[in-house]
């Protein structure tokens, strides 16, 4: 009797560790989500794929609930047998594992965010042009400031003639 105990108390205890497992990929899944989302390009199946990785989480800590609650309403009546709890801890194993392999497939349909942006390439050719004109203009006025002052060294001269 004592043996069955422990063995249904080693499954609860596999379980609460898988639904710790789950609820920490839980948050692995949100900041990949935030990370794709900010730094990459995505596509539909990327959100397919994490979507269906996040609600098979969700399943998976509800069967795992639902096996402990067995377990705990079988003990309650000295029911102890590992078939009743066996099929809901083995498929709480394996969406869990299929939520893992959904978030990994989900990173294969993002893509790096192309940095050759047209528009700031367009923005930084054109600030050079008003750059390059600012200098011409600026040898221009100060060609035109230097005639200025010779026409007004001539004006004085011409002046001072008469």
């Avoid at 639904?19 to 199946?45: D, N, P, Y």
């Avoid at 096996?67 to 309403?73: F, P």
């Avoid at 600026?138 to 008469?162: A, D, P, S, V």
Wanted: one cysteine or more.
């Amino acid at each position: 009797m004592e043996n069955k105990r422990f063995s249904v108390n080693i499954g609860i205890t596999l379980s609460s560790n898988l639904i710790s497992a789950c609820l920490s990929m839980l948050a692995i899944i949100g900041a990949i989500f935030l990370f794709v989302i900010e730094k990459r390009e995505t596509s539909i199946a990327f959100y397919v794929f994490i979507l269906l990785s996040f609600f098979l989480f969700i399943y998976s800590i509800v069967l795992g609930g639902q096996g402990i609650n067995i377990a705990r309403e079988k003990s309650f009546v000295d029911i102890l047998d590992l078939s009743y709890t066996k099929q809901k801890f083995n498929y709480q194993a394996i969406t869990c594992l299929l939520g893992i392999s959904f978030c990994i497939i989900s990173i294969f349909f993002t893509k790096t965010i192309n940095e050759n942006n047209t528009e700031l390439h367009d923005i930084n050719k054109n600030l050079e042009k008003l750059i390059e004109i600012k200098k011409t203009d600026n040898q221009k006025y100060i060609q035109l400031k230097n005639q200025i002052g010779k026409l007004e060294n001539r004006i004085k001269k011409l002046e001072n003639k008469k």
